[in-house]
């Protein structure tokens, strides 16, 4: 039970990086949306690669699966992000109680 219990805390510390990591680029993408003149350089540039390398793959992946959700005006609204972050809520959770059920 004890293995089952850091299993739990491990599952658990990991998806609470990611989330703040999605956390990460979702702040990225405001400054975009909001300064639109506005690029990374130096050590930003690198790290918004890394956010971005880290992130777009399972967003994309939910996207294949849930188109975007259409609004008026010609906009859309990519709800892949929306998905992953509750997975990763539930999966937290999850882990939450793995690792509470051994103590």
């Known amino acids: 039970m004890i293995i089952l219990g850091w299993v739990g805390w491990a599952l658990s510390v990991v998806i609470n990086l990611y989330m703040m990591v999605l ?10 949306f909001f300064a639109r003149g506005w690029r990374p350089s130096g050590i ?3 790290v918004a690669n890394v956010l971005y390398a880290l992130t777009d793959p399972p967003i994309r992946w939910i996207g294949r699966f849930i188109p975007p959700l259409r609004v008026g005006g010609g906009m859309a609204i990519d709800v892949g992000f929306m998905v992953l972050f509750l997975v990763l809520i539930i999966g ?4 939450n109680v793995l690792y509470f059920m051994s103590v």
């Not at 956390?23 to 975009?32: E, G, K, M, P, S």
């Open 23 to 32: 956390f990460a680029r979702v702040i990225l993408d405001w400054i975009q």
């Open 92 to 95: 937290q959770r999850l882990a």
């Open 44 to 46: 930003l540039l690198v």
